[in-house]
């Protein structure tokens, strides 16, 4: 089993950046994938993009961003310590929600996840 | 507006059988698996259905998965109160190469 924790709540004016951390321990973390999802207030799952932990992120097109966020996102990883990362740029209003990272078994399928953070962008 | 179509809302008595819908294209459900999710309020959702019938660990043989053509169908047979959650359709979408979800369905159990 695969326990994620994420750094904890943030708020941002709008412009800024935000960088949430994903730590992934527990068993079978040679190769694997994460993802994040976001969801803002009273609103439905929003897939951002993923990156390769492992040897797995040698294999081309396994980092991948949802066109939606493509030149405002940045998915990293240090994998030395099985963390990855969530960076947003110029933030705004909207961008405010819950950020969740989670470990992809296959193409959509989410099976540990973490507890989400909270990102909060206001004046 | 997602890609995946769900009801916004379903509703059923405890005991009773209920269907979710899930409505997608030939890019998406039609050329992938489909995956279901629950989500209870404040929490992170939870992996029900994978491969798109297939039961992730520990959950009941209650839930259920099936797909035709482009769509998705998730069934919740005998319900229980504490079923009442929000669900969400997934999958894969190759002609962006992203994860697409459904809007997700409102389940109250009356």
């Known amino acids: 089993q695969v326990h994620l924790a994420q750094s904890g709540a943030e708020v941002k004016k709008p412009g800024s950046s935000v960088k949430v951390s994903c730590k992934a321990s527990g068993d079978n973390l040679r190769n694997y994938i994460i993802s994040w999802v976001r969801q803002a207030p009273g609103q439905g799952l929003e897939w951002m993009g993923r990156i390769g932990m492992g040897r797995i992120s040698s294999i081309p097109g396994i980092q991948k961003y949802a066109q939606k966020f493509q030149g405002r996102v940045a998915i990293t990883a240090d994998r030395s310590t099985d963390t990855a990362y969530l960076e947003l740029s110029s933030l705004r209003s909207d961008d405010t929600a819950v950020y969740f990272c989670a470990r992809e078994m296959g193409a959509a399928d989410f099976n540990s996840w973490g507890q989400g953070t909270l990102v909060t962008v206001s004046s | 507006q997602s890609v995946l179509t769900q009801p916004p809302s379903v509703s059923a008595a405890p005991g009773q059988t209920v269907t979710i819908s899930c409505s997608g294209g030939?890019?998406?459900?039609?050329?992938?698996?489909v995956s279901w999710y629950q989500q209870f309020p404040g929490s992170a959702p939870k992996l029900l259905i994978y491969?798109?019938?297939k039961r992730s660990s520990g959950v009941p043989d209650r839930f259920s998965g099936s797909k035709s053509g482009t769509s998705a169908t998730l069934g919740i047979t005998g319900l229980q109160t504490w079923d009442e959650a929000d669900y969400y359709c997934?999958?894969?979408?190759?002609?962006?190469?992203?994860?697409?979800f459904g809007g997700g369905t409102q389940l109250t159990v009356l």
């Open positions: 997934a999958t894969w979408d190759s002609s962006v190469s992203a994860v697409v």
């Open positions: 491969d798109s019938n």
């Open positions: 030939t890019s998406d459900i039609g050329n992938n698996h």
